[in-house]
């Protein structure tokens, strides 16, 4: 991990997501960019407070931010960066360009799992993004120190890349990774392939010297809220899982905007590169 590209709009939505990129940029050495997407349609050359430019104060505004970043750790490169367009189509386009990147995107809101709740665009860039995207509701006060990273395991071969960031977290932050085999629907042949997934992540935190533990779930209805409910009770403060393809897996799009809108920690959203044409 190289790069932390961290979307602001000034909310405290925003400056959450901040810091929670500072912690993971001190922890791994990447470099962070503050970007702000001037959007068309918006009257952004009125003046205000004495003729100061909106396109100036919004620079003394990432400046500000900068210096917040600056401040908890100082050797961290912080960049200021203001583009223009659609919010998602510039995020992404910017993401794509720096090496090992990831995006920190805060939402708004405070309950209900419609789709304009979580936004627009970040549900846009989450379906886009060829990179992963860290997402965190306004209202979260978690600990920014990791030290549980709950990674649930679906029928999907793809299901294990999102391992590979799971274990680099794990790593860096000396954090355990909590595996749990979801055993959904619950039949022999689900169970099977489950269990198989399941060694398989394993090796890989062995592999990473990265400490885990292993934990089955049976879900016969209410996915999400059994799925959220085990990773609260095992104390986990970042969730990964995978933009998933098609409709049978979890975290399906209507799965997927349930679990956005209504989990109490992080959410680490990793694209299935196979899907993206990008080889494993």
């Avoid at 910017?94 to 627009?120: D, K, L």
């Avoid at 997934?197 to 890989?204: G, P």
């Avoid at 062995?206 to 996915?223: F, G, P």
């Amino acid at each position: 991990m190289k790069n932390i590209i961290v979307g602001i709009d000034f909310s405290n939505s925003s400056l959450n997501a901040m810091r929670h990129a500072v912690s993971i940029a001190l922890k791994t050495g990447a470099d962070l960019h503050l970007v702000w997407v001037k959007t068309p349609g918006v009257a952004h050359n009125v003046t205000e407070d004495g003729g100061q430019n909106y396109i100036q104060k919004v620079q003394a505004s990432l400046e500000e931010w900068r210096n917040m970043c600056k401040m908890e750790s100082p050797d961290t490169e912080v960049n200021t960066v203001i583009l223009e367009g659609k919010v998602h189509l510039e995020m992404t386009k910017y993401a794509a360009n720096q090496p090992q990147s990831i995006i920190v995107m805060g939402t708004h809101g405070t309950s209900g799992f419609e789709e304009g709740y979580i936004g627009n665009n970040v549900y846009r860039l989450i379906k886009d993004t060829t990179v992963p995207i860290l997402i965190m509701r306004e209202n979260i006060e978690i600990k920014r120190d990791l030290h549980n990273i709950y990674a649930p395991i679906d029928l999907s071969f793809e299901t294990l890349q999102k391992m590979r960031y799971a274990t680099y977290l794990g790593k860096a932050f000396a954090a355990k990774v909590s595996i749990a085999g979801i055993y959904y629907p619950n039949n022999a042949d689900t169970r099977h392939i489950i269990n198989v997934q399941m060694r398989h992540a394993a090796d890989m935190c062995e592999d990473a010297s990265v400490r885990y533990d292993m934990e089955t779930l049976t879900v016969q209805n209410e996915l999400v809220k059994m799925l959220l409910e085990h990773a609260n009770t095992l104390d986990s403060n970042l969730i990964v899982i995978m933009r998933e393809e098609n409709e049978t897996d979890f975290t399906s799009n209507a799965h997927m905007r349930e679990i956005l809108s209504t989990s109490k920690m992080p959410l680490l959203i990793v694209p299935n590169v196979s899907a993206i044409g990008i080889s494993r």
